[in-house]
């Protein structure tokens, strides 16, 4: 109510890329869900050395995060990467190490990562949002 515009612009960053269904935190993925909350809410890109199921090798990646999701026991980060070319999902587990970048970006207006992350796993599924209510 006594906000200024700018307060609640700062606000509405925090606010827009989390959307947890369960929340758990491993305490070893503490410090660095905290890390990508910042980023997150500064709209902040990060580079991170991320390793995937399939290759025995880490690579570097920058990614833009826009936002973080918890799943099925697992934490993901939802966001453009720079090297694919394409919005993914992270499996915040798989990341070795992040840093933030001086690169800023604009989140996509209306973007959410539960259905973002929803639709990647079942393309069919046309009511996302029903599945949460």
Known sequence: MYSTEEQESILNRHIVGFE???QHIVPSLKALLEELTISIANEQSIEIEYRT????KHRSRVIDPYGILYWCSKWYIIGFCH???EIRNFRVERIIKMTHTERV???PKDFSAKEFFLRSLMPDINNIPALFH
Do not use: D, M, P, Y
């Not at 199921?53 to 025995?56: A, K, P």
């Open 20 to 22: 947890v269904a369960k």
């Open 53 to 56: 199921r399939s290759e025995e």
């Open 83 to 85: 090297l694919r070319g």
């Open 105 to 107: 970006f604009v989140r």
